[in-house]
């Protein structure tokens, strides 16, 4: 074998060692055949198509075009690639040492605390359901549980009835000023 030929084999096969790993972009996602199939494109503008989207079992998403991975070629073959890891900017930066988080671009996390607690939070003050929707339960916060027992303490205060020897108002009897909180009611903990 001469040397050319040599120098030419080492070459392909150098291409191969190192486009067995690249980082990727996603460009386009399939999830119609239960399995997530996508199209990336690597910082070399080199398009691979029909890329297995592998997930962590009991988590699933459908992450955003462009969001960044690792692309791997099995046995080094364009034709049989996954893909891994894809997610996109904006992670929530407050998670822990030892801390989980699930969380979505929105803003809404689920944070599993290192003390053993649970912090459900849904973003920009939306609503938290239990079930499936539509006609889903939905969690009472406690801030908006407060907020009810104030409308209702300010109407009791404003009431006013009228009696045989003339009018009673709220300044005569009035409700409980720092009355109950979802707290005192056992409503949260």
Known sequence: ????????????????????????????INNDAGLQVGQTE???????????????????????LRSGGLEFRIGG???????????????????????????????????FRDDGSIALVPANGSKVHIGEEPGASEIARADRVD????????HANSHIHTAPMGNT?????????????ASDLGMVS
């Open 77 to 111: 073959d364009s034709g049989r690639v996954v893909g891994i890891l894809y997610g996109g900017h904006g992670r929530p930066d407050d998670v822990g040492d030892g801390e989980v988080c699930i969380w979505h671009k929105s803003g809404s996390k689920i944070v």
């Open 42 to 64: 690597g910082g070399d503008s080199i398009v691979s198509d029909d890329v297995e989207i592998y997930e962590q079992y009991g988590f699933t998403s459908k992450p955003p």
């Open 169 to 181: 108002s709220s300044a005569n009897a009035p409700a409980e000023a720092a009355g109950p909180t």
């Open 147 to 154: 907020a009810e027992l104030d409308k209702l303490r300010t």
């Open 1 to 28: 074998m001469r040397l050319d030929d040599v120098l030419r084999k080492l070459r392909e096969l150098e291409i191969r060692i190192f486009g067995l790993i690249r980082k990727s972009r996603l460009t386009g």
